[in-house]
């Protein structure tokens, strides 16, 4: 009973002060700056959350990574690096009061994700250890050098990650000061990655939710990737020098493109057609394929078999001929018209 009388009363107070001059348009104020902390926030708040959840399992794999760790099983360390360097691309301008900081938790992560992938690695370029994995028994692997000389970087990474003052610690000072946006902060940086908004014309709206500005970077890393598209299908051997590059930047706009999506349905669901996503993932994961056979072909070279990196290239060849032969009279990117 007393509480509702004290509701009753503030009520009351609240509707008769706004009746008075001077007062009214004080208190107007007074909501709509309530109303715009809260609304930050929440902004912040939202794009916070995912950040951390990213960061927890990250943290859980680089533990449970050791001297005993084998190639194949850094497949999900590095995806799970990938993740949290993903959000920090997807919301840059959030952190550009703090662009050294932003800067040098995004490098760390990407040395991270560049030693583990190379260890990763030798486990993709082995056809062999391919092969055993899928028959479900344990891969072995020949060059103990290579793997103790990659692991050892992976470890050091590890050290470099958790020391006080390290990467770890860094992300989470990062992590405590999200601003939401504002004229000041949506500014592009050289340092903003091509893949995301340092290779577009738009910028986020400081009007509209984080989701809202995923799906802004979306739509323009989907324009270029659809003109830049029958420049990838004229392509005859990908494994040449030249060809490389063209089909490695298509295949990562394209996997750059579902990831962000599922940092946009993370935020708010529905933000992109989720079977289109997954058709998007699949096209990538085949021309990640192809990718995997140029990586080995390269790894072949520098052993000095050149034979067996010849090989490889033609595989590559024949798998991308494979795949234009199968969307012929289709749309091979057709899933970005429905994401």
Known sequence: MQNNT???LATFLA????????????????????????????????IKNIANKAKSVVDSGISEFSENT???????????IVRLRDILDVFPHNFAHELKLWDDVRDGLDDGYTVVGEFKDLFDASPKAVREFEKGTQPEYKDKKKLNERRKKVLEWKADYLKEGGISEKIW????????????????SKKYSLFFWGGVLVQPSTNATPAQN???LIDAQ???????????????????EKNEIIFHDHRKRLRTIAKICNVANALESESCNAEAVKDLELLVSRLGEIEDLIITGRHLEEDGKKEDAEEAYEDAEKKFKKIKK?????????????I
């Open 214 to 216: 995923a799906r802004t």
């Open 15 to 46: 509707i008769h002060l706004l009746a008075l001059p001077g007062i009214s348009c004080a208190a107007q104020e007074i909501q709509s700056e309530t109303n715009s902390m809260s609304s930050s926030q929440s902004y912040t708040a939202s």
């Open 173 to 188: 000072a990062l992590f405590l000061d999200i601003h939401a946006l504002s004229e000041d902060n949506v500014q592009n």
């Open 6 to 8: 004290i509701k009753y």
């Open 326 to 338: 199968e969307f012929a009279g289709q749309n091979m990117i057709e899933a970005l018209e429905r």
């Open 222 to 240: 989907s324009d270029i990737a659809t003109a830049e598209h029958p420049t990838v299908l004229d392509i005859k051997n990908p494994s040449t």
């Open 70 to 80: 084998l190639p194949h099983e850094a497949k999900d360390l590095r995806k799970q």
